[in-house]
């Protein structure tokens, strides 16, 4: 699936920028002089900067240009109708006017896949609704069983926190998460609560979730479209019984498990690393899919300290970290030319 001569192997430790320029640039003269349409495929992106530098990296660029795929910058500045014509359409940008703006786009080009659509997008963007559901997958397999941990959100009046965390019973130590997630730093920002009474400290809108003992290992399994990685990541060590009777207050906590170290290569105590068996990963990777209508998302996933198989699912991203998901240049570029593939069947033979 090669562009038919006019492509020669891009030098691939070019600034990627540079490559999507170029790329552009290519495409556009190949168009100009009139070659027929070889089978290629357009992917135009809108991509914060931090995505545009840990997704493009040149490695994709390159694998994707020598299978004749192009990524192009769409250019925030002009209609989007204007641009293109695209196959595919990547994007990730915060804010409602974008939303609107690609949910417009993706209702007049039809033809064009929208990766992903905003309103299924939006569904993440809210850690209550994002999680819903996912008690209820049927995942009676036998492999395991995956719940949500309890939680309770709060949307005003701190002072009242104490007082519904114990009529919700929830169990201390408690994570507190804000409840929207909209890209930005602040949403990031996580809290472990030891004791009842400094809960009223936190700041609402909050999801306050019971925090699982798992051992410091977390599961990362990464979606993309049928494909299904998953890695292992740090994560909070246990909290024990004797260490929640001497602690109190609340506690900022980093980012760990979002650092690009990985845990898969670390000396783990094998019942703690051992992956979750893989036909459960791919029926909750499968019912995920539909039930959110996404095709480009991650999952956080935690074993409860001392089980084999109590999973509880804690986090799910749209179009996250692929950069750091081992061997994510094939997986996406066999992921988009499998777009066009089931295109082509679609359309009735002439
Ligand atoms: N209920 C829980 N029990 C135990 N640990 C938890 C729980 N919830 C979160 N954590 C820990 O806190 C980390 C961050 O939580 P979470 O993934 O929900 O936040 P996030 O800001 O959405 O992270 P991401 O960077 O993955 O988007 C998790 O990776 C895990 O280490
Ligand atoms: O920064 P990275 O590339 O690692 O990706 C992270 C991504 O940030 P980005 O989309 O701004 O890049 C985050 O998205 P927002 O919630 O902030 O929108 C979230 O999806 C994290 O879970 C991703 O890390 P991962 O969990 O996959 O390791
Ligand atoms: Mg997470
Ligand atoms: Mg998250």
């Known amino acids: 699936m090669r562009l038919k001569g006019e492509i020669h192997n891009p030098c691939c430790d ?9 790329n552009g640039r290519e495409l556009n003269s190949i168009v ?13 992106y809108a991509l914060t900067s931090k995505k545009k530098k840990s997704f493009l990296q040149p490695k994709l660029l390159c694998l994707a240009r020598n299978m004749g795929i192009f990524f192009i910058a769409i250019d925030l500045n002009r209609p989007l109708s204007d641009q293109g014509p695209f196959d595919v359409v990547l994007h990730k940008l915060a804010g409602k ?20 659509p905003p309103n299924a997008v939006q569904h993440l963007h809210n850690r209550q609704s994002m999680l819903q559901g996912v008690a209820d997958l049927n995942l009676f ?10 939680q309770l959100i709060v949307t005003k009046d701190p002072l009242s926190i104490p007082n519904e965390v114990d009529k919700a019973g929830l169990k201390l130590p408690l994570v507190a998460k804000p409840l929207l997630v909209d890209g ?12 009842q009474c400094s809960l009223s ?40 019984k004797r260490e929640l009777e001497k602690l109190a207050g609340v506690f900022r906590f980093p980012r760990v498990s ?7 290569d670390a000396d783990l105590d094998p019942s703690i ?3 979750p068996e893989r036909p459960l990963l791919e029926n909750l990777a499968r019912q995920l899919r539909q039930r959110l209508g996404l095709r480009l998302f991650n999952v956080d996933m935690i074993r409860e300290h001392g089980t084999k198989d109590v999973f509880y699912v804690i986090d799910i991203n749209y179009f996250p970290g692929y950069g750091k998901m081992p061997d994510y240049e094939h997986i996406f570029t066999d992921f988009l030319l499998s777009l066009v593939q089931s295109k082509h069947k679609k359309r009735p033979a002439t």
């Open 14 to 22: 070019e600034e990627e920028e540079k490559v999507a320029e170029e």
């Open 32 to 44: 100009g002089v009139g070659i027929s349409p070889p089978t290629k495929l357009v992917v135009g």
């Open 184 to 195: 930005s730093a602040k949403s990031h920002e996580l809290f472990l609560a030891y004791d």
């Open 201 to 240: 400290e936190l700041e609402p809108p909050l999801v306050l979730q019971e925090f699982v003992n798992h051992g410091g290992v977390l599961f990362k399994v990464y979606i993309v479209g049928e494909a299904i990685k998953v890695v292992r990541r740090f994560s909070l060590p246990n909290i024990s």
């Open 273 to 275: 690393a051992e992956l």
């Open 141 to 150: 397999d036998c492999h395991g069983r995956v719940g949500v941990p309890k």
């Open 97 to 116: 006017e974008w939303s609107e703006i690609i949910e417009d786009y993706r209702q007049k080009h039809p033809e064009v896949t929208v990766l992903d």
């Open 258 to 264: 979002c650092a690009a170290a990985s845990a898969d």
